[in-house]
């Protein structure tokens, strides 16, 4: 959606490296969530923000949503291979019961 | 754990064929959505329900209709497939959080169809 953009569009990161994700709005976010996916299959959730300046860690994953709630990135430390997949973003901006999605990044980890 | 099933991982049809598309969830969600995915475009919405009997148009709702019996299942339905229609389809379901908001979305592993 263009309401929501993601960059970059894909990464290619050598395992052990630390790499970051974003996914920005020009609207309020009232709630961000990240999810991975691994080519041909499902989404994952990973993790769920919803107030200014928050931050959750799952693992080596750190996400965080500003403090205007315009934007949230995503930090993995350390890659490692299974790290690799398709990371999408869905934010609720009060559309009702709807999440808009970004378009995803396409994360490559080089052994 | 919750669990939302596609029936089919892989489908091949024909230009013309009528396509049906089911999804099972088994937490009760009141809402389901059904998703296409494309490379470079994302997750795009094409439609929602909230309630048994209720849907809503999403994003890109021509050439698709749904239909929701029973709570556990919505179902997709291709009335005419057409070649443009060759893509990745993955059902959702959610309950509402406590504010009244969306939820997190529960994925089935997707259906990829492909129409020759």
């Known amino acids: 959606s263009q309401e929501l953009e993601q960059s970059p569009q894909s990464l290619i990161v050598q395992e052990g490296k630390n790499l970051t994700i974003n996914c920005t709005s020009s609207k309020t976010l009232y709630g961000l969530y990240w999810y991975k996916q691994k080519y041909g299959e499902g989404l994952i959730f990973l993790m769920m923000?919803?107030?200014?300046?928050e931050e959750k860690s799952h693992e080596k994953i750190t996400a965080k949503l500003d403090e205007k709630k315009q934007q949230s990135s995503l930090h993995i430390t350390a890659s490692q291979p299974s790290h690799a997949g398709i990371y999408l973003c869905?934010?609720?901006?009060?559309?009702?019961?709807?999440?808009?999605f970004g378009a995803g990044t396409i994360l490559r980890v080089k052994s | 754990d919750v669990k939302v099933t596609q029936s089919s991982r892989y489908l091949v049809k024909r230009t013309g064929e009528k396509v049906f598309l089911e999804c099972v969830q088994d937490m009760d969600h009141e809402n389901m959505f059904w998703y296409r995915q494309d490379p470079g475009l994302g997750l795009r919405l094409i439609y929602f329900s909230y309630d048994v009997k209720m849907k809503e148009k999403g994003d890109i709702p021509e050439g698709y209709s749904v239909s929701r019996e029973k709570k556990e299942r919505f179902s997709l339905i291709l009335e005419s497939a057409s070649t443009n229609q060759t893509s990745m389809y993955l059902c959702?379901?959610?309950?509402?959080?406590?504010?009244?908001?969306?939820?997190?979305?529960?994925f089935g592993p997707g259906t990829r169809l492909t129409v020759t």
């Open positions: 869905g934010a609720d901006m009060e559309y009702g019961n709807k999440l808009v």
């Open positions: 959702a379901s959610s309950s509402f959080d406590l504010a009244g908001g969306p939820g997190e979305q529960y």
């Open positions: 923000l919803q107030k200014g300046g």
